[in-house]
């Protein structure tokens, strides 16, 4: 039992290096993390994210999979103001947040990121205000709604 145990320990970590070693001759570091080079789509919505984000600026709030509980977007008034007070828009993503897997030669799999439009654009928001911006705006605008309903129990 223990021999059978090791040998499949042996072979899972095999495949694991071989999946890294072939990821990493063919990813590329983009504003969105490393993405694989052979992603077509996402690297031409980041290009076009930097065109478009020289004419105008938005924040893409892309909701995460799963259950989300009920207090989940309760800042985003004040989130609005707070961006529009900036001259930056607020817009939902409605592509899902995982992703898919594409296979170029059926045997070779990759994954393919999702929402990197939205990404690309929040990224360039953090490098134009800030690397923690969109974080720290979000944290704002949360307070402000715990502190209007501070009397409220």
Not at 103 to 114: E, F, H, I, Q
């Amino acid at each position: 039992m223990k021999k059978l145990f090791v040998i499949l320990s042996l072979t899972q970590m095999l495949l694991i290096k071989a999946q890294e070693s072939n990821f990493d001759k063919n990813s590329i570091q983009t504003i969105v993390g490393i993405i694989d080079k052979r992603d077509i789509g996402c690297l031409s919505e980041i290009k076009r994210a930097k065109l478009d984000f020289k004419s105008r600026e938005v924040f893409y709030n892309i909701i995460p999979e799963g259950y989300l509980d009920s207090d989940y977007n309760r800042h985003y008034p004040y989130l609005i103001n707070l961006l529009k007070e900036k001259g930056i828009d607020y817009s939902e993503s409605f592509e899902p947040e995982f992703s898919s897997i594409w296979s170029s030669d059926g045997a070779d799999g990759y994954p393919l990121v999702t929402n990197c439009y939205c990404k690309a654009s929040n990224e360039l928001l953090n490098a134009k205000y800030g690397q923690n911006f969109i974080k720290n705006i979000e944290k704002t605008a949360d307070s402000l709604y715990v502190m209007s309903r501070i009397h409220i129990p």
